[in-house]
């Protein structure tokens, strides 16, 4: 993983006329114009938004130097840092470099710059196994789709008759043509009430078959 960043490093410094580029150690003392890179640090880097597994990121902190007084080594510098600048995926960071970092690393202060370079490691998505048992049970609970119709006693529809089975908490009521539609169990009991003559006439009927109409008649009053 360090190796592909400091190869594509190496790449991008020769590119721009670095004879050579360190990363450890010494400059080379045969006058090769070198740039040296100094990894000194390892930052996070929020990972991406993503649909997928986000790969794991962070960012190398690196300081750039050109470790000779030469004007073509200043120029080096000035060409690695106006290419750094451009880059989209890099990140510079300008200023002064504590005295306590050349006092670590046993160099005369010189002029430097900070290099952010991100690291990403993409991660494989899980697969998950292949289950070999049903661990899915399906249970109905014997309810059926039901429509009906509620008239009065001389056949003519109820509209807005009050439709309601046992047990449920809340009614349904027919329309201007006396239909309902619910869904009911075999074993349950549908209420239906409806104001016939002024009077509130109700009636408790059990469901026909399962595919027979649910037909209710109010009795008229008595």
């Not at 249970?139 to 449920?168: E, F, I, N, Y």
């Amino acid at each position: 993983m360090f190796d592909g960043v400091s190869q594509r490093l190496t790449t991008w410094a020769t590119t721009l006329g670095a004879g050579a580029v360190v990363f450890t150690g010494d400059a080379p003392q045969d006058g090769t114009l070198a740039a040296r890179l100094s990894l000194l640090g390892i930052l996070p880097f929020p990972p991406p938004r993503t649909l997928t597994r986000a790969p794991l990121r962070f960012r190398l902190r690196y300081l750039v130097t050109c470790p000779s007084t030469t004007p073509e080594a200043q120029t080096l510098l000035g060409r690695l840092l106006v290419s750094a600048l451009q880059e989209p995926e890099l990140q510079v960071e300008l200023g002064d470099i504590a005295p306590e970092w050349w006092s670590a690393l046993g160099w005369p202060p010189q002029p430097a710059f900070w290099l952010l370079v991100p690291v990403s490691v993409p991660l494989a998505e899980p697969t998950a196994p292949l289950a070999r048992e049903h661990l899915l049970s399906v249970q109905t609970s014997g309810r059926a789709w039901r429509r009906g119709t509620v008239t009065d006693a001389r056949g003519q529809p109820v509209d807005g008759a009050r439709v309601q089975l046992d047990g449920a908490p809340e009614p349904l009521y027919t329309d201007a043509s006396g239909h309902f539609e619910l869904a009911a169990r075999p074993e349950d009991t549908l209420q239906v009430a409806s104001v016939v003559d002024g009077q509130v006439r109700e009636v408790r009927v059990q469901p026909p078959g399962r595919d027979v109409r649910w037909l209710v008649q109010v009795p008229p009053p008595e």
